[in-house]
């Protein structure tokens, strides 16, 4: 009886043991440093930021008019008025799609027209967000970065084509006669510039401005917080914790996401994301869709008029789904590499899994501009694109838009908007590359007409 009483008094012992350990191991708290807690959360929303719509961020970066009687192609010389006449385009109202092909001949005898560029290619639903048109009309299928408003044509008055291919999308315009007579005195009111042509990598035109507004502007900004972000791309905040580099950045982590706050950007990465796995059905109307969805749950699109967001990149490779949104300026694009003025998604299966945006807000113009003198000319871009440095470059357009950089010494915090040419290559927009030996002055740039 002794030997049995000890076996059970042992195992009473053991399940306390056990019961104990147990409990504490539930109770045990690690000496991390935690960020936060949830009796301290703030909204996930920004309160300086917008929601934007599809059509909101549908913009082209220039338009340019062709017309028999004119040696080179014309546009406006105030970027505002070509930004008013394309609102005033888009009330047109469409109908009558269709879908055939068009070449280069037919082109060459339709030659007074209108073509609106876009910064990336875009899927033909977003007709339905660009103009007036019935949500029971088909549209075909398709992509475009051009619309060609034909401004003498007894056919489609209206024409929607990409670089890469003949195909294009056909519409008719109701009350033609009367959006034709508006662009048109729009551009015998308006001051109006030349452009000089340049073939793209694809055989499509590039058209490089002739006039250049060479005024370099300073602007003081608004720092975004960074505890909407924090709370909006962690499930769960309370528990995430934070750490500082050598660098001076502060790293914040949950154990599968990790947002590294820079000097003046955050970066975020879904490490359980990286692979592709369950959008190989995704649209790319659809991948347009969502990203803006997402961005607009925290009011992620920061500015301040006269700037605002339009989409320059959109992008479905093996490797990953990416869309970039861009600053510009009064309808300048601002195509700068600095992170400052560019919105980044890279979404796999219908999440975000990389996420890239400025902690600042451009606000106020300061000071008076200063002229620029070392900004070439169009016809020198154009040796340049046909020299050595490019000549074996897939070069798909070109601009003038601003590059951000921030302002050492001078007026203090403010950071400077400089023209700039910008190359569109494989890897979307990126400042034109000038050798010591082709730099050169603005003496060439012509006034408006």
Do not use: C
């Amino acid at each position: 009886m002794k030997r049995e009483q000890l076996k059970t008094i042992l195992l009473v012992l053991l399940v306390f043991s056990s019961m104990f350990l147990t409990l504490a191991i539930w109770n045990h708290q690690p000496n991390f440093e935690m960020s936060g807690n949830d009796e301290n959360l703030v909204d996930p929303e920004i309160e300086s930021g917008y929601r934007l719509s599809r059509s909101e961020i549908l913009k082209p970066i220039y338009l340019i008019m062709h017309k028999q009687s004119e040696e080179k192609p014309i546009g406006l010389a105030r970027k505002l008025a070509e930004v008013h006449l394309f609102e005033r385009i888009r009330e047109y109202s469409l109908y009558n799609f269709t879908s055939f092909n068009l070449d280069e001949e037919w082109w060459e005898e339709n030659n007074d027209r209108l073509e609106i560029v876009f910064a990336t290619e875009l899927p033909s639903e977003t007709i339905y967000d660009l103009f007036s048109v019935d949500q029971s009309t088909d549209i075909p299928e398709g992509i475009f970065n051009r619309i060609e408003i034909i401004l003498n044509h007894e056919g489609f008055h209206l024409i929607f084509r990409n670089d890469l291919e003949d195909r294009v999308i056909g519409a008719s315009l109701q009350e033609y006669a009367e959006g034709v007579e508006r662009i048109e005195r729009v551009f015998s009111t308006e001051p109006s510039i030349t452009y000089e042509v340049h073939e793209s990598s694809r055989g499509t035109n590039m058209y490089l401005p002739n006039y250049l507004d060479v005024k370099v502007l300073l602007f003081s900004y608004r720092d975004i917080p960074i505890d909407p972000f924090k709370n909006f791309l962690f499930s769960t905040p309370s528990i995430v914790r934070s750490s500082r580099t050598s660098t001076g950045d502060t790293i914040f982590i949950d154990g599968t996401r990790e947002l590294s706050h820079k000097s003046n950007y955050i970066t975020f990465t879904n490490q359980t994301n990286q692979q592709r796995i369950s959008d190989e059905d995704l649209t790319y109307y659809e991948l347009l869709n969502e990203v803006n969805d997402f961005i607009n749950t925290h009011k992620g699109y920061t500015y301040e008029e006269p700037f605002s967001y339009f989409i320059s990149r959109l992008e479905m490779t093996p490797q990953t789904n990416r869309v970039d949104f861009s600053l510009s300026y009064n309808g300048i694009p601002i195509f700068s590499e600095s992170p400052l003025s560019t919105i980044s998604v890279a979404w796999h299966n219908h999440v975000v899994y990389q996420y890239r945006h400025p902690l600042i807000t451009l606000v106020e113009q300061r000071g008076v501009a200063r002229e620029m003198t070392n900004l070439i000319s169009a016809n020198e871009v154009i040796q340049i694109l046909s020299g050595d440095s490019y000549r074996r470059s897939a070069i798909y357009d070109v601009t003038v838009g601003y590059r951000v950089r921030e302002q050492i010494g001078g007026q203090g915090q403010v950071y400077e908007l400089i023209p700039t040419w910008y190359v569109k290559g494989i890897n979307g927009w990126s400042p034109l590359v000038i050798l010591p030996e082709g730099i050169g002055g603005d003496s060439n740039a012509m006034g408006p007409n």
